[in-house]
């Protein structure tokens, strides 16, 4: 199963009708708990995850049937979350290693609904319902590194707090919609007080000077009419990151531009066309002319692939 999307907005809608939620910069998942008390955590697009994340892997729930959507989260030196804290865990399998990221740099499940309870198929029933049910878990146990989020009434006041918090925004919701796995909601709105985006690698270029040390990405938008180019990314690529996005896009070369439209000369001088499959996480101050303006590197996204977007 793949879950529900937001539509994205400008700011919080007024009324009854809506609830409103902190939007948590982390790592959509699925968790699954069967009777046997057995986790099982998948991604957005259906990969297996459990092995990153020990600290989640045992319910406080105990075994008890159910099946959860919420978004994984860790916390910055600033103790905000912030998905860069994730990078580094993400790829992890193995379980020594996994293990000492999460002393390191725990983990949190911040939990927004409830699908499956005890056998039954909770997706029908209206998010009020769905909340009521969540709520009761809690009272029973549900906690710890699995947490419960408040929801709110006030969707502006909301939207001030979290912008002041630094928070990555806010997430409105129908209180009557249905659940609707796969599906991107008009009945769901996220408004992020950040330019944060993914988009697809479809080059590199080297630091000047050299051949094979990885300076700036060349990425794109996929559209009905192919990927179009949004610009050149350097900022955020430090040394580390560098040597592991060439090692990414090795074996991804190819000799003509992923991108249906012209890239600027100055942009495609010295670039290694690559086939338009790596997905990144970029910040920004907005679009000029239909490019990024003043990009920054934010990681690599192993959760989401060039089809989803």
């Known amino acids: 199963m793949r879950p529900m999307l937001a539509t994205k907005g400008t700011r919080p809608p007024e009324g009854e009708g809506w609830w409103h939620e902190v939007k948590w910069d982390g790592v959509r998942a699925l968790v699954e708990v069967d009777r046997t008390g057995t986790t099982r955590i998948t991604s957005r697009n259906e990969n297996a995850i459990t092995p990153a994340w020990p600290e989640l892997a045992d319910p406080p729930t105990g075994a008890r049937d159910l099946l959860l959507d919420g978004e994984i989260i860790a916390l910055n030196d600033a103790g905000v979350p912030d998905f860069r804290t994730l990078q580094d865990r993400m790829h992890v399998r193995n379980a020594a290693s996994a293990a000492r990221w999460s002393q390191r740099r725990p983990a949190l499940l911040m939990v927004f609904d409830l699908l499956r309870l005890d056998g039954r198929d909770l997706t029908g029933l209206p998010l009020t319902e769905r909340r009521e049910r969540l709520e009761a878990l809690r009272e ?16 502006a006041m909301l939207w001030e707090a979290t912008l002041q918090q630094g928070l990555e925004g806010v997430v409105s919701k129908r209180v009557d919609s249905r659940y609707r796995p796969g599906e991107r909601s008009p009945h769901w709105l996220k408004m992020p007080h950040r330019h944060r985006a993914s988009y697809v690698v479809g080059g590199w270029r080297p630091q000047e000077g050299t051949r094979d040390r990885l300076a700036a990405l060349l990425v794109g938008e996929p559209t009905p009419e192919g990927l179009l180019y949004r610009g050149r990314v350097g900022s955020g690529i430090g040394a580390t990151w560098s040597t592991r996005l060439r090692d990414l896009l090795a074996p991804l070369h190819t000799t003509i531009s992923p991108f249906a439209d012209d890239v600027p000369a100055v942009d495609a001088r010295g670039t290694t066309w690559v086939e338009p499959v790596l997905v990144v996480e970029v910040e920004t101050h907005g679009h000029g002319h239909r490019r990024m303006r003043q990009p920054s590197f934010q990681g690599v996204r192993t959760d989401v692939t060039a089809g989803d977007l």
């Open 140 to 155: 029973e146990g549900l906690g710890g590194a699995w947490q419960l989020p408040e929801v709110y009434a006030e969707g």
